[in-house]
């Protein structure tokens, strides 16, 4: 691997207690649970979809055979609302719930987290919002993701629909990160290819950047580099033929991973803070809308740093011999380019329906409530 290592800012890493990677590690839930925590009754968090393809079955068979009961809530819906993580709580508290079990993609993770710490709390959801602002920690949580993308499952980050305000609000804390991630690649084989295509390009988009965000460090290089490496070689594979390709899919979540613990270290940068006014505005997915971005930020940034975008267009397969470092950077915005346009999603704003008047509205949204997207996030 290239050495990119140069004096940083004291940089710091934190993840989940404890990790389990692998087909099949689904199914070690009960056991895993058993051995780690006291307590008798689980409070599954998940969405109708997730049941209906059957995952929920062998998560609970698992629990219950080593005598948890389960509690099973699969009113998870996209953009975890407020409403409905406190319908959850209202429930879980009722069956008396000891555990909080999050299987599905980011929403379904994300719900779960608001659970497990508001079972406990008595005040209101929003004083709990923002930066910091979870009071204590909540229920013990075991994540289940069964789409490779967000890696909501690694991270402490939240993201909630306030029903009252029509805002959507990013959340951190200490007390968000799991007890116990449990990331099982065969519960991915059955994901539709366009679903594969968003969430793999917004999890290309986590390794890249965070890769060339100003908080990068020695340490998440190692893991963002991997991460660039293994979505961009398995994500086409992954989309054409996921249901056939264990190995794509297998690559695909520890690609995430990787990506995930880069960000840990040294958050993510503008592609994010740029997607979420336009996400919002033309009611697109998260994946789609950092499709849209991606490479426009990357033609824009990667003067500021050459070899750090030579080095992705090296790892993604591209011709770079005789180029200067100049022409090798500048075709990494291609590659990606090409990935985004192989996977079925729009490069272009105009495709999407994007008028040229939102645009300095959108400005003035990334600059005011995503700048520390910019800044790259702090723990
Ligand atoms: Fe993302």
Do not use: W
Request: with cysteine.
């Amino acid at each position: 691997m290239e050495d990119f290592f140069k004096m940083t800012d004291i940089f710091m890493f934190q993840l989940p207690r404890k990790i389990i990677f692998g087909n099949g590690a689904a199914a070690k839930i009960g056991n895993e649970a058993r051995g780690a925590f006291v307590g008798e009754k689980a409070f599954l968090v998940t969405d109708k979809g997730v049941a209906k393809a059957g995952l929920v079955k062998g998560v609970m068979g698992s629990l219950e055979a080593e005598g948890f009961k389960v509690q099973v809530f699969d009113q998870v819906v996209p953009d975890s609302p407020i409403s409905v993580v406190m319908r959850g709580v209202e429930l879980a508290r009722q069956g008396g719930a000891d555990l909080v079990v999050g299987l599905g993609g980011g929403s379904s993770i994300d719900t779960a987290k608001a659970i497990s710490f508001m079972i406990p709390y008595q005040g209101d959801i929003r004083e709990n919002l923002g930066i910091n602002q979870v009071k204590k920690p909540g229920l013990p949580k075991i994540f289940i993701p069964t789409t490779a993308g967000t890696g909501s499952e690694l991270s402490h980050t939240f993201v909630l629909y306030d029903d009252e305000s029509g805002d959507k609000i990013t959340s951190y804390s200490p007390h968000t990160f799991a007890d116990m991630a449990i990331i099982d690649p065969s519960l991915t084989l059955s994901l539709p290819p366009r679903v594969t295509a968003e969430s793999g390009i917004d999890a290309f988009s986590h390794a890249l950047e965070s890769f060339v965000t100003i908080r990068a460090n020695p340490l998440s290089d190692l893991f963002s580099l991997r991460g660039v490496e293994l979505v961009s070689k398995n994500l086409r594979k992954a989309f054409a033929k996921g249901s056939h390709n264990l190995d794509a899919r297998y690559a695909m979540c520890f690609g995430v991973c990787m990506g995930t613990m880069a960000i840990r270290s040294s958050g993510i940068g503008a592609v994010h803070a740029t997607c979420y006014p336009a996400a919002m505005k033309y009611n697109l997915s998260h994946g789609v809308a950092i499709g849209l971005m991606m490479p426009s930020v990357m033609a824009f940034n990667l003067i500021s740093n050459l070899d750090k975008y030579a080095a992705v267009s090296r790892i993604m397969g591209e011709r770079v011999e005789g180029l200067t470092t100049l022409e090798a950077a500048q075709a990494s915005v291609e590659a990606v380019k090409r990935l985004i346009v192989d996977v079925g999603l729009p490069t272009r704003l105009s495709e999407v329906g994007a008028r040229q008047k939102d645009f300095p509205d959108f400005a003035r949204t990334v600059m005011t409530r995503y700048a520390h997207h910019v800044r790259a996030l702090s723990f």
